[in-house]
């Protein structure tokens, strides 16, 4: 065969080659190379890709294998004609390290599209080398803990489609780690003028003006800039420079704090998210022109006046929020299209509208915190795809319509804080019905039990406390049931506490008619909390309770007629935040099991018969911060050995009114660490939080000689309450020590000696009361500098000389320094030698005790702590916690409607 043959036969088989549908060029090795070195840069961590929630995690780089082409690797996309590497899409690799500056990376100069999302490249600034990349058109850098500021060099990129810097944070997932400068995202938005995508939420753009937001491209189809700490008037116009291009669909500008009017967003646009924000002003009517919006969210800002009378004519909008406004005027009715309307806490008037029955695709129907008066309409039955229905919070009344029969579909029926007057709707028949809210209203009568156990099978909260149902439970109707959560109190139920669900992990029953619990009670051992309070509840503690210890956090049987002693039977691995076994008629002494609990905060035991000593042991519990021992026969010395680490925690100490003598207890006020530098920890609530339902502890102290119920234990409260009992001896000087001390009540005890001057110290002190002991000598002209003291007594004692006069102890009435025959001074009528004839009492320099208090009320607007709080924490607890319940704050409001578990404290 002659050189021509062979050579011809060569053009044949590289013809047949390039011309297989299968063929095609190898990755060039100085890319393979480069790729190689990319990947033995990182560690594969699959823990690194721990939030990747919306792609599947693996490590794609594991199938990098030198012998094979690259083009074949996971992740990696080769151009079909040259072989170059044009994708690298590692979303979700598990890649953990720094990704530098001089990464082989960006000797990758094909590359269009770069996906290096959901790692953790934590230390890596975003490089600037990436603008080497010219050729980019798809660059996602999102959710991969990169910081720093984003370089100017990302605005080269001229060909970008889309850009997504989203979701990076430090390593807490706190706090957003990349800031965006106003300059370079003038830059971006002048320069990528192709760009279709743009997703930069928690990027820091504080900096940013919102009129940038002017120069946004006209080839921008989706555009997502929340929680990235934007402020400022967002210009109105910035969309409608937009909508000759028709193309902007998606817009979120949540969680940031723009002003000014709500931007109108162009007519191409099928999702506008505007929530948490401060726009303010009405809604034009122009809003009814968006005939393409499926998703408007507009919840929580400062938008007012009536909704538009054509919001009615957007004929595909499907998602509707118009939650925490001040929207006012009748309730608007959205498009029949509508699956999802919200709209609670505004000012919405008047009854709700038959014509609101016509969205019959409507599936959430939310509008709690209205004022939505009248009866429910009849044709509710004719939204037969209703599943979730809540309208706490309102004026609505009468009876429920029993068209409500056909909602078959119904999962949550929430009607709390109404008028609503009925019988307990069993009639319901909803065997999808999960959650059934029925609190504060005037449903009553006695409940049809068989026909709950057959309505409701799926049924898992039911909460009808706070109406007039009465009658006996069957002690058996809720043990076959599903019920998670039961709360029955404030009615009028008689006779044996019904037994929990073995699902039960809430149940409460307070404030009925109830006298017995069941031992059977325990085999519910799900339970988490367990209040049976301010009931007739007879005979002894059941012993099961006190172990029944896995999941049981609170238990609260106070203001019952429970007998006996304290069964010895807490074990080591119970859970029990908080025991309150107040107003009982328990006797004998403490159980030395409750050392056991080593999760105590809240231990109340007070006006009971018990006889003990002071429980030194107690002084071990790591987490005890409130201990009331208050109307009991305890007695003896308290004797606290010297240098011993008890009560580290201790916030509230009630010993009041027992039998305790001696003297003060200085080495228990010494171990006091908590009333020496109260401070609320990072992160925590301000109040002590016991469950999700029902987040408030509460116990009852004496505030201004008052016994008061504190529903909510602000955590800085602090108080020690030693009044009543036999103590003698001096006030030892160690208790001024207690700098964040509040409430201090040692009155009615056989103290003697003087008002030692280290009560000076405690500048966050609003309550002293030293009232009825012997104590002599003069007062301490520093108590007068205490600003935030608002009640003071000092009177039955043996105290001399003259009241401080340049300060404000001269303020407070007659009766905070009478029965001190030796003492003189304003505002006593008693002339000190030397001083002239005092004023008549009507002077304004004279103060009864009625003009004290008023004095006292307008003092506590401007006296504070130094931590920055401007209102005496006692007088706000009176004020404040002696009224009804507050509705929760509206973060957990959230929590619980989005979390599905739906329950509204009464009003």
Request: with cysteine.
């Amino acid at each position: 065969m002659g050189w021509h043959q062979i050579l011809g036969f060569l053009c044949f088989l590289f013809l047949l080659h390039s011309s297989l549908p299968f063929a095609s060029p190898f990755c060039p090795p100085d890319q393979r190379n480069a790729l190689l070195l990319f990947k033995n840069s990182f560690v594969v961590d699959r823990s690194a890709s721990n939030y990747c929630y919306w792609h599947p995690s693996y490590p794609k780089t594991k199938s990098w294998n030198k012998g094979l082409d690259c083009c074949s690797w996971d992740g990696v996309t080769c151009d079909d004609v040259t072989g170059n590497v044009v994708g690298l899409d590692l979303t979700c690799s598990g890649l953990c390290g720094a990704l530098h500056s001089n990464s082989s990376l960006f000797l990758l100069r094909h590359l269009r599209v770069l996906d290096l999302s959901g790692n953790n490249f934590a230390g890596s600034h975003i490089s600037p080398n990436l603008s080497a990349l010219t050729k980019m058109t798809h660059l996602n850098l999102s959710c991969s803990h990169f910081f720093g500021t984003v370089p100017s060099e990302i605005s080269y990129l001229s060909k970008l489609v889309s850009l997504d810097l989203s979701y990076n944070f430090d390593e807490s997932y706190l706090f957003p780690s990349i800031m965006l400068e106003n300059s370079i995202f003038t830059m971006l938005v002048q320069n990528l003028t192709v760009v279709q995508n743009l997703v930069l939420d928690f990027v820091n753009m504080s900096m940013v003006s919102p009129l940038s937001f002017l120069n946004l491209s006209s080839s921008l189809t989706y555009l997502s800039v929340s929680n990235c700490s934007l402020r400022g008037i967002f210009p109105d116009t910035a969309f409608s420079l937009l909508s000759l291009g028709n193309q902007l669909r998606y817009i979120n500008l949540q969680n940031n704090s723009f002003q000014g009017p709500l931007p109108i967003p162009p007519p191409s646009t099928s999702h506008f998210y505007a929530s948490n924000n401060d726009f303010t002003g009405e809604i034009p009517s122009s809003i009814c022109q968006l005939n393409s919006l499926l998703h408007l969210n507009l919840f929580n800002n400062d938008l007012s006046g009536n909704m538009p009378s054509c919001f009615g004519n957007m004929t595909n909008l499907f998602y509707l929020d118009l939650s925490s406004n001040k929207f006012q005027g009748p309730l608007p009715i959205p498009p029949p299209s509508t699956s999802y309307f919200i709209a609670f806490n505004n000012g919405f008037t008047g009854e709700i509208p038959s014509s609101i029955c016509q969205l019959s695709s409507l599936k959430y129907l939310d509008l709690p915190e209205n004022f939505l008066s009248g009866n429910i309409p009849s044709c509710f039955g004719n939204m037969t795809n209703l599943e979730y229905l809540v309208l706490n919070a309102n004026k609505l009344e009468g009876p429920l319509p029993r068209s409500l029969v056909k909602c078959v579909n119904l999962s949550v029926l929430a009607l709390s804080s109404n008028e609503f007057s009925d019988i307990f709707p069993h009639w319901l028949k909803a065997p999808q019905l999960h959650v059934l809210n029925l609190c504060a209203n005037k449903f009553h009568g006695s409940i049809n039990l068989t026909a709950f156990e057959l309505s409701f099978p799926a049924l898992e909260y039911l909460l009808i406390r706070g109406n007039n149902f009465s009658g006996q439970w069957r002690t058996q109707v809720f043990s076959n049931t599903s019920l998670g959560l039961l709360d029955l109190s404030y009615n009028n139920f008689e006779g044996s506490i019904p037994l929990p669900s073995p699902f039960t992990y809430f149940y409460s029953v307070v404030s009925n008619n109830l006298t017995k619990i069941p031992s059977l009670i325990c085999n519910a051992t799900k339970l988490e909390d367990l209040d049976l309070s301010n009931n007739s509840l007879i005979g002894s503690l059941p012993r099961c309770l006190t172990h029944l210890s896995t999941h049981l956090s609170y238990l609260n049987l106070r203001m019952n007629h429970l007998a006996g002693t304290i069964p010895q039977s807490f074990s080591w691995n119970n859970s029990l935040w908080t025991l309150d076994l107040s107003r009982n008629q328990f006797e004998g002494t403490l159980p030395l099991s409750l050392v056991k609990c080593k999760y105590l905060e809240i231990l109340d035991l007070s006006n009971n018969q018990m006889e003990d000593t002071f429980p030194t042991w107690l002084g071990t519990l790591p987490e005890l911060k409130i201990l009331i021992l208050r109307s009991n026969n305890f007695k003896d010395v308290l004797n606290i050995p010297m240098g011993a680490h008890l009560f580290p925690k201790l916030h509230i100490l009630d010993l009041s009114n027992n039998n305790f003598s001696g003297p003060l207890p200085a080495n228990l006020i010494m171990n006091l660490q908590a009333m020496i530098n109260c401070r609320i920890e990072q992160n925590k609530s301000l109040y002590m939080m016991r469950s999700f339902f029902e987040p408030f502890a509460s116990v009852t102290v004496s505030i201004k000689g008052k016994e008061t119920m504190l529903r909510r234990i602000f955590v800085l409260f602090t108080a020690i309450d030693l009044s009543h009992n036999s103590f003698q001896g001096d006030i030892p000087r160690v208790i001024g020590h207690l700098r964040s001390l509040i409430e201090l009540n040692l009155s009615h005890n056989h103290l003697t000696g003087s008002i030692p001057m280290t009560l000076g110290n405690l500048t966050d002190l609003e309550s002293l009361d030293l009232s009825s002991n012997k104590l002599d000598g003069v007062i301490p002209r520093n108590l007068g500098d205490l600003a935030s003291l608002g009640y003071l007594n000092l009177s039955m004692n043996q105290l001399m000389g003259r009241i401080p006069q340049d300060k404000h102890l001269s303020t407070f009435s007659n009766d905070s320094f009478g029965g001190n025959p030796d003492l003189c001074g304003n505002p006593l009528r008693k002339i000190c030698p030397g001083d002239a004839q005092p004023p008549p009492p009507s002077s304004s320099s004279s103060f009864n005790s009625k003009g004290h208090e008023s004095w006292f009320k307008q003092k506590e607007v401007w006296i504070g702590y130094a931590s920055g709080i401007v209102i005496g924490i006692s007088i706000a607890y009176i004020a404040f916690e002696t009224g009804r319940p507050k509705w929760l704050t509206q973060g957990v409001r959230m929590l619980e409607r989005r979390a599905a578990k739906w329950m509204e404290k009464p009003k």
